[in-house]
């Protein structure tokens, strides 16, 4: 695949990572607490929540190039011409599993969010499927004591072997009645997803784990 130029300030590489300090160093403000949203998608969470939350930094990993392109592209509209790019708000084109032990372990995550991962529903794509107890335990280690996970599915079956990837982790405890759907913290408005899945009568199972003590 041809490389091509990260859109700055807003994109950081794998790379440059790997020179050193991980994800913080990507900040202007490094001593902010870290929210992380895998899989940003066409939605705009992300950059709902960091222009709601500018005491936070907020990372977006997404395993598409293009997608990461487009929100950006997107997020330079919202804000306008000749407005100042957001200090608090980076995102990053790679695997989560490339990212999350590595760089963001141990403890230097206050928050997840992954909503509505493709839950690769034919048995011979299993392997593909992001919420593997491997996984789990991974967000668990990366997140600080007290530190949340916040998963929303519309699949029935995948919301089943989701609660067994974490009870088989360990460590994380469920939140009941964290709030009743899946939104930006500003205003706390359905993901696009949300929205569709919604309309077609799917069910959404929306649950929070907390990191133990």
Avoid at 55 to 84: C, F, P, Q
Avoid at 87 to 104: K, Q, S, T
Avoid at 181 to 207: K, Q
Wanted: proline share 8%; with cysteine.
């Amino acid at each position: 695949m041809p490389r091509t130029t990260p859109l700055r300030p807003y994109e950081t590489t794998w790379e440059e990572w790997l020179l050193g300090g991980g994800a913080s160093a990507r900040f202007e403000d490094p001593s902010l607490p870290l929210e992380v949203e895998i899989g940003c998608g066409d939605d705009d969470f992300l950059y709902e929540s960091a222009s709601a939350h500018p005491d936070r930094n907020w990372l977006g990993i997404e395993y598409s190039r293009k997608r990461v392109h487009r929100t950006i592209r997107r997020i330079g509209r919202h804000r306008g011409a000749g407005a100042e790019p957001m200090p608090n708000l980076r995102m990053i084109w790679r695997p989560a599993a490339d990212l999350v032990g590595p760089f963001l372990t141990p403890g230097k995550v206050s928050a997840y969010h992954i909503y509505f991962p493709d839950p690769w529903p034919k048995a011979h794509h299993a392997r593909y499927r992001l919420m593997a107890p491997s996984f789990v335990a991974s967000l668990r280690d990366s997140l600080a004591v007290g530190g949340t996970l916040d998963i929303a599915t519309d699949s029935d079956e995948y919301v089943v072997e989701i609660q067994d990837a974490v009870a088989e982790a360990g460590g994380l405890v469920h939140v009941p009645d964290a709030r009743p759907g899946v939104g930006g913290v500003a205003g706390d408005r359905p993901t696009v997803f949300e929205e569709r899945w919604r309309a077609m009568g799917r069910t959404i199972h929306f649950h929070r784990y907390a990191k133990e003590a």
